[in-house]
């Protein structure tokens, strides 16, 4: 073996690494190296890790010792000193201007930072730190292994050690690092995990150079030498792995994947991890000490905190729990449950305003432990219960369970362990001249406290307060009922400061309080004002008088109808939701010299807070003087009246599922990372096809453990059909759909359940509307569904149903964007009226699909960008914005994850009145080109003039051109038919727009017609039947299908193709069935030729595409209206034979048709043929037209956005059919309509 490795031995500076180990030069060697870079020295590397944290550890103890001199001494603030003020003004300003500032959250989640500035600063200063200690001290290796161990190793593995202490500090939440610097452990935590990670790095960076200089040396014989002869080589292996495997689990990616096995495997990492470690540096350079620090500070922080804080408390809470009472509010409703804890303080347990607690509740999960903010106010000398507001969340969840058992009055008794108190603001608020509190939602609970503490020492204490102002944003005023308490007591105990303005109460109420609250404001103005009028001890009997007649004035605040604010002489109650930023812009005009602001809310309130503070910090850099101190909590995104998240992700359009097999992974990533996100309502339905992603979503986010399923909402709905008699759901009725997909998703019930839509009969479901809604009630009570609702209804479909069970609907999800304000006529306002909520899906379309360069489009992009530039907000954001502001739950999809932090900013700030109807009024104007059956409502031709003969020949470019121009332009309908012998230019059409990736097949829409013949019975199609042809054209184009295709003429018999009409139409409803086509119909029937094939299959025609124009109003005899009656949509090709037909124009009927036409464009500014097919459209038909120019496209987008009045539509009608063009109609037995 030593024969093996010599030969691969290095030589260097006059002896053999190898060959010579223990001669007398090889030792001088390695005294000469030892004296450069000695090895017992390096353990110095080590203490420069302890000298780091000891000074930022010193840093923020000098910080929390200033914190602790200028709040509570006047030797600075009240200094006679400005200079000395202000420069102390400044450093405090700076250090917020920067410290406050927050990064996107989805960046944060990836590389594991925290979110303000501050913070990310301290990481990668440490990081900068250590890199340098560990690089730049020379050398990195010595010449030879024989003459000691690597440097570079050796530096790594001393500092990797000495951070080991410190990683165990940080896990806990009483630790002695947040003793000394008063951070709080959930801000630590991203040390822990940061310092962890450094760790693992330096145990790599120790590992490395030892495997590297033993090969370069001696090749893998000398690697294998050592691994066998080395014990330091073999038990350093183990601490290294358990690290690995902890740093990289502990990244939230992987826990989110794998949460079940990174909990298990966490501690016993971490204890195999320390224990290894233990074993590897003992007793090398004393590294061991290390160790003995980590496990004496690890064991006396548990025990301190089992002591201090939990269970083990020596005093009466030893092993004791705590008697309380529980009770829920009296002005729950169904959807909305609040009830209040109230535990006996027994165990002398004390707490400060912002804390929180842990509870554990005997015979009711008392594994888990949950935290809840303290909603008290202690009060050191009285006997203060502990009290928490509780919601109920979810289904099945903990509060769940404790409000299902307590009764609907009165109190019920129970015990509760407790463990905490935790968190808390570490700064006095009496040190403040101003506090702002800020507050949405269930954060109430959290800064109750601090509104009654800062009113009490505004009060009694002679400290610097002068003002205290409250700001909570709720969204109906049902939900301030269990705080009327706390608001009475304020009032009670502090009217005078409140008149005096020292203390400003407001509470901001989205919904319209004139609708819904009229009770809740009567009840708040008599509760909390009705003290100060009555008789009472006070003292001081002249504010009772005063505030008795200002309750008399104001007694009944739905007077108030055209004002914004309600005044209850103490408490405002404001009906709108403001924006953050302009709120705290607002009341910067305000601030005083020392200023804390506290807020308990969303993440996006926290966000915009911060960075609000922040901004305020250039003021006190002008003035000089001024501080902003912020705390913050965080809690969820805000839902509606029924418990409704305000907005959901959906899986339906885009991601509409094709084949079934295939697991579509980039739904799930995009669902799971919106949950990620905290937008936990998920939209889905039995149509779309997307069972599979739902379920392997909900099981990806609920193993991670961050959410229970009581924290998802989900939708679903059931597969009513498309009007046809064909497509429907696949199950029985829509309550064994629900069965079915609980049991597929493994769920105990469905947020909400929903019918798709009305198309339903007792012919081809086996019930009829009312039945099937009968379906839904019995799901609803039986708990398989939390609210029951309808999708793309109309009135009539509404009141078919209503009040036929005991449940009415509580939601239509319709399309609704602000050009489509009404999917069917009058269906907004009826559905809002009869208190349905309403959800919109396609809420961007205007953005997606709507043509935003030309008439009203450019004119609402214009309004678009001036709301986006003045609230400095994203277009999508603008009308997401005011589809809420609406009162409408927009529905949306995306593919882009980053889209989601876009979507945080709707919810922050509100448009004004003004600017929501603006949207709606401009947005009112514009058509969009879509005709019932989901037909684009102009077509462009490819038959006519681009008439192929030679269908041998290669495609036509000038028609490629123009079909590409076209879907470029948006006109995305495409009209083609077999014997128009452009099959070849329509394949290299789709060939070129779709792999440019700007469209997909499913945004073009195509047309086809299988060619029945010209009236001769000779002259026919080439294909056996019309079946075959529409197989063949699919796959030709290499399409999955066709979303239109029509019988081109009736000209079809039984001895000239070997099928009759009838047989032909069977063709047709074959290839419908097999989902070869989306739509069928026909071309160029008369009444008999459509009465001939009605009712012969399950689906009857849908479309009837004729010649149609001005001059030519009935292809044959009163064939519109016919059609049109019995809803078949209409189609017309040559609908400007008016303006290029051989008509004589100059005179008679001709003329007078011409001057009108030449009226109504200089009336609208509009060409001729915008007014024709104007016109065309008007009669609820969709033209079908030809173009030879690209520049004509510019002209077919003036058709859209305007319209002619009914008068100018009759008269264009009747002067058309006055004239009478030159026609021969080419089916024999018609000739006697020809002219």
């Known amino acids: 073996m030593f024969e093996t490795i010599e030969k691969r031995d290095v030589f260097h500076d006059g002896v053999w690494c190898i060959a010579d180990i223990g001669t007398t030069e090889y030792n001088a060697k390695k005294a000469i190296s030892q004296a450069t870079v000695e090895w017992g020295n390096q353990a110095l590397y080590g203490h420069y890790i302890v000298y780091l944290f000891t000074v930022i550890i010193f840093i923020f103890i000098i910080k929390r010792i200033l914190y602790i001199l200028t709040d509570n001494s006047s030797k600075i603030i009240n200094s006679d000193s400005n200079f000395v003020k202000n420069w102390y003004y400044k450093i405090c300003a700076i250090n917020r201007w920067i410290c406050y500032r927050r990064f996107p959250s989805f960046i944060c989640e990836i590389f594991q930072l925290p979110s303000s500035m501050g913070n990310f600063l301290l990481i990668m200063a440490g990081c900068l730190y250590i890199l340098c200690y560990s690089f730049i001290p020379k050398f990195w290796y010595r010449e030879c292994r024989g003459f000691g161990s690597p440097p570079l190793a050796v530096r790594a593995g001393l500092q990797s050690t000495a951070l080991v202490p410190f990683i165990f500090i940080l896990s806990g939440k009483t630790n002695l690092i947040s003793q000394l610097t008063d951070i709080s452990y959930e801000k630590l935590n991203v040390y822990h995990r940061w310092i962890s990670g450094i760790c693992c790095f330096l145990g790599w960076l120790h590992t490395i150079p030892f495997y590297i200089q033993a090969v370069r040396e001696g090749g893998i014989k000398r690697l294998e030498y050592f691994q066998r002869t080395e014990e330091l080589f073999v038990n350093g292996i183990p601490p290294l792995v358990f690290l690995t495997v902890l740093t990289i689990f502990s990244h939230s990616y992987i826990r989110m994947i794998w949460y079940e096995l990174w909990l298990q495997i966490h501690w016993i990492c971490a204890l195999g991890f320390y224990i290894s470690l233990f074993i590897h540096v003992y007793p090398e350079m004393d590294a061991w000490k290390y160790m003995v620090a980590t496990i004496v500070f690890w064991i006396t922080q548990l025990s301190w905190r089992a002591l201090n804080k939990a269970m083990l408390r020596p005093n009466k809470g030893f092993l004791r729990s705590n008697p309380c009472k529980m009770k829920r509010f009296i002005s729950n409703n169904e959807n ?19 804390q929180h607690l842990f509870l554990r509740i005997p015979g009711l999960r008392f594994i888990e432990n949950h935290p809840f903010s303290i909603s008290s106010y202690f009060e050191p000398k009285e006997n203060t219960n502990i009290k928490l507001i509780i919601k109920a969340i979810g289904f099945g969840g903990m509060t769940d369970q404790i409000y299902k058992k307590l009764p609907d009055i009165g109190y019920t008794d129970s015990t509760v362990f407790i463990d905490g108190p935790y968190g808390g603001c570490s700064r006095p608020i009496d040190a403040f001249d101003s506090i702002f509190l800020l507050a949405s939602g269930t954060g109430i609970s959290a800064i109750l406290p601090f509104l009654h503490d800062s009113c009490k020492k505004i009060k009694y204490s002679n400290g610097i307060i002068k003002r205290v102002n409250f700001d909570w944003i709720v969204r109906s005023s049902d939900n301030i009922e269990w705080i009327i308490p706390e608001l009475k007591n304020i009032v009670q105990n502090y009217n005078e400061l409140i008149k005096d303005g020292h203390i400003n109460v407001n509470i901001h109420v989205k919904e319209d309080i004139g609708m819904n609250g009229g009770n809740t404001i009567e009840m708040l103005d008599n509760e909390i004002n009705s003290p100060l009028s ?48 302009e709120l705290i812009k607002d009341i910067s005009p305000i601030l005083l010299e020392r200023n804390i602001f506290i807020v308990s809310g969303s993440d996006s309130m926290k966000v915009q807070v911060s ?74 339905a039995e149509a779309y096809g997307n069972d599979d992603e739902l379920k392997e979503t909900l099981y990806r986010v609920l193993n991670e453990g961050k959410l229970k399923r009581e924290d998802i909402f989900i939708t679903d709905k059931y597969f009513s059909g498309i009007g046809t008699t064909d497509r429907i759901s696949k199950h029985d009725n829509p309550y064994d759909r629900l069965k079915y997909i609980l049991e597929y998703l493994n769920t105990p019930y469905i947020d909400l359940y929903l019918l798709h839509s009305p198309f339903i009969s007792k012919e081809t479901h086996g019930f009829d509307l009312k039945g099937a809604w009968k379906f839904m009630q019995q799901a609803l009570d039986e708990g398989l569904t939390k609210r029951i609702g309808i999708s793309n209804f109309a009135i009539e479909d509404i009141e078919e149903i209503w009040n036929s069970t005991k449940t009415n609907p509580q939601v239509n999800q319709i399309e609704f964007n602000a050009f489509l304000q009404n999917q069917t006529p009058g269906i907004f306002e009826y559905t809002q009226s009869k208190g349905i909520v309403i959800q919109a899906y396609s809420p961007l379309s205007p953005l997606t699909r709507g043509e935003l360069n030309d008439g009203i489009g450019l004119e609402f992009d214009e309004l678009l960008n001036k709301l986006s530039k003045k609230y400095n907000k994203t277009k999508t954001q603008i009308l997401l914005r005011w589809t809420l502001d609406l009162d409408v739950i927009p529905i949306t999809t995306t593919s882009k994850p980053e889209r989601f932090q876009e979507f945080k900013g709707i919810f922050d700030w509100s448009l004004s009145p003004e600017e929501v109807a603006a949207i709606k009024t401009i947005g009112s104007k514009y058509e969009k080109p879509i005709h019932k059956l989901g037909i684009p409502l102009l077509g462009i031709g490819s038959g006519t003039y681009y008439f192929k003969k030679d269908r041998s020949a290669p495609p036509n470019e000038k028609l490629v051109s123009i079909f590409t121009t076209s879907i470029n332009e948006g006109f995305v309908h495409l009209d083609s038919a077999e014997v128009y012998g452009n099959d070849a230019e329509l394949k290299e059409t789709l060939k070129r727009v779709l792999a440019d990736g700007n469209k997909k097949r499913e945004d073009i829409f195509i047309t086809d017609k299988y060619f029945a013949g010209d009236g001769t019975y000779t002259h026919h199609s080439t294909y056996k039947n019309p079946y075959d042809r529409i197989k063949e054209f699919v796959k030709y184009l290499e399409t999955p299908y066709v979303d239109l295709y029509l019988l081109h003429a009736p000209f079809i018999k039984k001895e000239s193709h070997g099928f009759t009409l009838k047989e032909a139409w069977a063709y047709v409803q074959q290839a419908y069935d097999e989902g070869l086509v989306k739509r069928i119909g026909v071309s160029n029937f008369a009444v008999e030729d459509i009465e001939e094939i009605w009712d012969t299959t399950k689906t009857n025609p849908q479309v009837n595409q004729i010649e149609f124009n001005a001059f030519l109003q009935n292809q044959t005899p009163n064939i519109v209206e016919y059609s049109q009656s019995k809803g078949i949509v209409v189609e017309a090709y040559s609908p400007l034979s008016p ?44 033209p079908i037209s030809t173009t030879s120019k690209p520049e004509r496209f510019t002209e077919f987008k003036g058709v859209f956005g305007w319209e002619l009045t009914e008068s100018e539509v009759e008269k264009i009608t009747q002067l058309g059919a006055a004239v009478k063009p030159f026609r021969k109609y080419w089916k024999p037995e018609y000739s006697k309509y020809d002219n």
Do not use: C
Request: charged share 20%.
């Open 336 to 354: 909305e449950h609040y009830f209040e804890i109230l535990i006996e303080n027994s165990n002398d347990f004390s707490w400060v305003p912002g």
């Open 534 to 581: 009555s008789p009472s001890p006070s003292p001081s009997p002249s504010p009772s008088s005063d505030s008795e007649s200002d309750n008399k004035e104001e007694i009944n605040p739905l007077e108030l109808k055209d004002n914004k604010v309600n005044t209850f002489n103490m408490v405002n109650i404001i009906n709108s939701k403001p924006s953050i930023n």
């Open 611 to 684: 960075n609000s503070v922040a901004s305020l910090q250039t003021e006190v850099l002008k003035k000089g003087s001024g501080i902003s101190y912020q705390m913050t909590k965080v809690f969820k995104l805000p839902v509606n009246s029924i418990g409704i998240p305000k907005l959901g992700i959906g899986s339906g359009t885009s991601y509409k599922k094709k084949d079934s097999t295939v697991l579509n992974e980039k739904l799930v990533s995009i669902l799971t990372t919106g949950v990620d996100e905290g937008f936990i309502h998920l939209d889905s």
């Open 1139 to 1182: 303006i290029n037909s051989t008509a004589d124009l100059t005179s008679g009927a001709g003329l007078k048709f011409a001057q009108y036409l030449d009226e109504l464009t200089d009336k609208y500014s509009k060409t001729k043929l915008q007014v024709l097919l104007r016109w065309v459209i008007q009669r609820d038909i969709v």
